[in-house]
């Protein structure tokens, strides 16, 4: 299994930036896919980002195409997701997660692990 805990979230400003942090513990970081997601209220949990196991790959939903960057640190055991351009739609709880499956993966019920989830408020 892996531990995950999710860090970086706050309140900001519309056209700012925030960059989260998700730090793994437990099984090598580098056997899982990770991915980002994010669950406004009243609304369903929807894929942001995903990234492969070594890097080299990764996945976008098209609402963050361009403004969100997703990278990872195996050395570090850390997913990170670096939100720029950030607008009040982007106000969520954001959540990491690992998945042992191969390939890029937007359905939640397929990652088999899950952080607490940070809060990210963007305010108009």
């Known amino acids: 299994q892996v531990q995950l805990v999710e860090s970086g979230g706050g309140l900001v400003q519309a056209g700012g930036s925030l960059r989260l942090s998700c730090a793994a513990s437990?099984?090598?970081?580098?056997?899982?896919?990770m991915g980002w997601f994010r669950q406004a209220p009243g609304k369903e949990r929807e894929f942001v980002a995903a990234?492969?196991?070594?890097?080299?790959?990764?996945d976008y939903a098209d609402s963050v195409k361009g403004r969100f960057t997703i990278s990872r640190s195996n050395a570090k055991n850390t997913v990170y997701l670096q939100m720029n351009s950030l607008t009040p739609e982007d106000t969520a709880v954001y959540y990491c997660?690992?998945?042992?499956?191969?390939?890029?993966?937007?359905?939640?019920?397929?990652?088999?692990?899950w952080g607490q989830g940070t809060q990210v408020t963007v305010s108009s």
């Open positions: 997660a690992a998945t042992e499956r191969y390939g890029f993966y937007r359905e939640a019920f397929k990652y088999d692990f």
């Open positions: 437990g099984r090598t970081f580098s056997d899982y896919v």
């Open positions: 990234i492969s196991r070594s890097g080299g790959s990764t």
